[in-house]
């Protein structure tokens, strides 16, 4: 019997496993296909905005706290892997780790009153905490304020994780960094504190009567989740050189981190991948044609979209491969 | 009789201008089912949410396997080994039953292949194993019933809190749920029950507790309780809405 036990949910995790590396080669190839660089550029944003919302979906979709501020440990990933090159010299292959440990540990405080508010006062706690901060840093002198950091750049290097002419080495950063943070999701999937942050979300009465202590859970998932955003700010700093409290802090950004996990479906090990996949390059591509000086016609081009994705399949684009799971939920008898 | 597994002393508990619990004692001893009956609103929820620490009482104590745990919290009581269901079921449907059943386990667990087993055994011992990968929204409801018990026995518990299990089942159901409360008895588990149906728990218990209006009426052998002028009053009050 217990090997029975075992079967269903081992088997599924490892198929998922599976399922991620054969994905891993294939993303890993498609460089090879496209030789359009403005084709490349968007496959690599895609790749960047599968991550962070991943490490968004650590919080919102596995723990159930939505959190519209995490443009915040985006930029302070972003703006203190960059202080440490440019002020102090150390590379950003560290300075992405103490980027994301900062951005984990501010996750954690802003968690700390936040998470004793009930219900979507969190969400509407966190938005207002990320447009404070983002008009803080416009005023801040320390971090040039509004104008901004330019990363100064001395030539191709990887131990300055600093590249100009190739698109090529970011793609495989990207990647590396989105199949990072799908990992710590899938081993987060099979843990304990998984377990607990999936029982808080559902329902938070019941996981109590469990054992499991609800504040504390939140805030774990809340410290990985920002400093899985951190990482990915940090990353973007290097990709684009420039960095501004606008780029890199802004409530835009904080929507965008969210969207691709909400439309992809929320609390799933594939949704914040396949959102960023049909949202980012719809994204750049209505900017791209529509312009962003356009009074904003290229956010309504992408709300509607995203209303219409809503509509026809509330439970993310994820559920388009579910023929599997479904079966198994209906086929008893 | 050694000491008991659960002592209460003088519980009270207001709602706002509702007194739901005025001045509750009682004892239970260790392997025993208490049942714990009385006309709805008259208090036994509110007292199972107080015992299991969802809920601080204003007043009273309340010792378990000898310690304090009036106002400890949900999540301590859990640790120290009570478990309990919710008299509106209260299931994770995000996950299947097996994943439901795992969360309990993890409280005693380290690790998810340990907590894995033990919800096995818990998930067979319960008869939901031809539902063991099904999402849990999908049950019906008196397999909700099962999946919380079966969840709750996953802690590990000492004490087992039962609101209202047998409620709205079928007979035949209702005596699959009472083979099922013998079977935990049986592992030296220790019940409580609430049901403000009296006539199907009477053969199961040991011993009852009555509310009405939130005091104890009166606690006794069933064959006590159902003779007693007060509860027939207290029942037939309450079934003609008076
Ligand atoms: N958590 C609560 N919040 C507010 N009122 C409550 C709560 N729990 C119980 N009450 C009130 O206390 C009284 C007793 O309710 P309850 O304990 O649910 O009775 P029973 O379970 O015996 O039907 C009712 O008037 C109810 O409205
Ligand atoms: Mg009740």
Redesign the pocket.
């Known amino acids: 019997m217990a090997g029975a036990v075992r079967g269903t949910l081992v088997a599924r995790r490892r198929r998922e496993l599976w399922l991620g590396i054969v994905v891993l080669v294939v993303l890993a190839a498609l460089p090879f296909g496209v030789g359009n660089a403005y084709l490349r550029g968007l496959i690599v944003l895609t790749l960047l905005y599968a991550g962070l919302s991943q490490a968004w979906n650590i919080l919102g979709g596995y723990c159930g706290q939505i959190s519209l501020g995490h443009a915040l440990y985006f930029g302070i990933g972003a703006y203190t892997s960059t202080l440490l090159f440019t002020r102090l010299g150390i590379s950003p292959l560290l300075g992405m780790f103490a980027g994301g440990g900062l951005a984990g540990f501010a996750a954690f405080l802003v968690g700390l009153p936040c998470f004793r508010l009930s219900g979507h006062y969190y969400a509407i706690a966190t938005l207002v905490i990320g447009m404070m901060a983002a008009l803080l840093a416009a005023n801040w002198d320390f971090i040039n304020a509004a104008q901004g950091i330019t990363i100064p750049f001395h030539g191709e290097s990887w131990a300055n994780l600093a590249f100009r002419t190739a698109i090529l080495p970011f793609h495989y950063v990207m990647l590396a960094y989105a199949a990072l943070i799908w990992f710590v999701a899938w081993l987060i999937e099979g843990s304990r504190w998984g377990f607990f942050w999936r029982a808080v979300k559902d329902d938070v009465a019941a996981a109590r009567s469990l054992g499991v202590s609800i504040y504390p859970s939140k805030l774990a998932a809340a410290a990985i989740s920002g400093a899985a955003t951190g990482i990915g700010g940090a990353l973007y700093a290097q990709y684009i050189g420039f960095i501004d409290p606008d780029s890199t802090l802004d409530l835009s950004l904080s929507v965008l981190i969210a969207l691709p996990a909400v439309v992809g479906g929320i609390g799933t090990l594939w949704g914040p991948l396949l959102g960023a996949a049909v949202l980012i390059p719809v994204q750049q591509l209505s900017v791209a044609w529509l312009g962003s000086a356009a009074g904003g016609i290229d956010l309504m081009v992408y709300g509607a979209l995203i209303m219409a994705l809503a509509l026809a399949r509330p439970e993310g684009l994820v559920s388009f491969f579910h023929i599997r799971a479904s079966r198994g939920a209906t086929g008893h008898g | 009789m050694g000491e008991p597994l659960l002592e209460i002393r003088g519980i009270s508990k207001s ?2 201008s ?1 007194a ?2 005025v001045d509750i004692g009682f004892a239970v001893a260790a392997g025993e089912i208490l049942g714990l009956i ?12 107080i015992i299991a620490g969802e ?1 601080a009482p204003d007043r009273g104590e309340i010792r378990f396997a000898g310690q304090e745990i009036a106002g400890i919290g949900a999540v301590a009581c859990a640790r120290l080994g009570i478990g309990r269901t919710f ?1 509106v079921v209260r299931s994770f449907d995000s996950m299947t039953v097996l994943e439901n059943v795992m969360v309990g386990a993890f409280l005693r667990a380290r690790r998810s292949a340990a907590a894995m087993a033990r919800a096995g055994e818990v998930i067979e011992f319960c008869g939901l194993t031809t539902r063991r990968d099904v999402p849990a929204h999908s049950l019906s409801p008196p397999e909700k019933r099962r999946l919380e018990i079966a969840r709750a026995l996953a802690t590990r518990p000492r004490l087992l809190l039962l ?1 209202e299990m047998l409620t709205g089942l079928t007979p035949t159901e209702a005596q699959a749920g009472m083979r099922l409360v013998r079977d935990i008895r049986a592992q030296g588990i220790t019940i409580i029950m ?1 049901e ?1 149906v009296m006539e199907v728990l009477l053969p199961l218990i040991d011993r009852a507790v009555v ?1 009405n209006l ?1 005091r104890k009426l009166l606690e006794g052998a069933p064959a006590e309780i159902v003779r007693h002028p007060e509860v027939i009053r207290a029942y037939l009050g309450d079934r003609y809405g008076g």
């Open positions: 709602f706002g509702v739901a619990n009385g006309p709805n609103g008259a208090g036994k929820s509110s007292l199972f949410n809920i008299q609101d609430v403000h509310l939130g």
